[in-house]
């Protein structure tokens, strides 16, 4: 088992990940992402930036991050997603992926790391109490979607 | 009242509203960015956009994003503070700069724009909601802090 960097060709597999966390989020058709432009904002337009965890040469866990900001704080590090198959957890994979993110935000030098978790999602918010993360629950996230993005007209 | 692009010289205004919403959201303490810092991220590493309200020459509000990413609909744009001087309000000008970051994020064709707003505060969701916005609060925010950032350490 192995953590590393994604490299090009990786978005294939991160995507299928990703497809399997939405339907455990229980929002199955919401992804419109695809595997081009995954890989397009990964290793071209470096928009954003992943570590996988591979075993056997098969990617079974995925953390994908980018540099947010924030007026108070200056840089930070937001962990957009972060998810490891079911088959292969309780062998601490989840655990070697989150702290590779955060070691690389304090390398980084940004004053904080954001994430966001479903209030329902125990399992997630267990791992998280046990990182001894703080939980804000007092923030709504406010929300338009655009149905004629760039990524829907290109599909 | 015009709204525009934020340009190099406004860092001490903006920094200035920045610290007034932080007393507002009871957090006064919290801000440790600088107009150094933030002159830096906004027109230089250009890590952040923003634009502003100005009135007689004066800046009295301010709208603040930047490019986040969703695993699922690609590149968003993420609202990180928006916010009107009091003796400015019941004018529009907060319409009017919501408004400009909607416009913004549509010519991006971007999927999804984002924010967040504290569920105390009735005046920014009953703006949001007249706007039809999304609202979501089944959302948890997850952070960690790091008391060595570099922003810290130049201080």
Not at 71 to 83: P, Q, S, V
Not at 131 to 140: Q, V
Request: aromatic share 12%; hydrophobic share 45%; glycine share 4%.
């Amino acid at each position: 088992m192995i953590i590393r960097d994604a490299k090009l060709g990786d978005e294939v597999s991160i995507l299928g990940l990703i497809h399997e966390l939405a339907v455990y989020e229980k929002a199955p058709n919401e992804v419109i992402n695809t595997a081009e432009n995954l890989s397009k904002d990964l290793f071209q337009d470096k928009v954003c930036e992943a570590i996988v965890a591979e075993s056997d040469g098969v990617i079974v866990g995925f953390a994908l991050y980018y540099t947010a900001y924030s007026t108070w704080k200056g840089r930070c590090l937001y962990l957009e997603d972060f998810y490891v198959q079911p088959a292969f957890r309780k062998q601490a994979i989840g655990t070697l992926l989150f702290e590779k993110v955060i070691a690389i935000a304090k390398e980084r030098k940004v004053a904080r790391m954001d994430w966001q978790v479903l209030d329902w999602n125990e399992l997630a918010l267990s791992f998280y109490r046990k990182h001894n993360a703080i939980l804000e629950s007092e923030w709504i996230n406010g929300r338009f979607f655009f149905p004629n993005s760039s990524l829907e007209e290109s599909i």
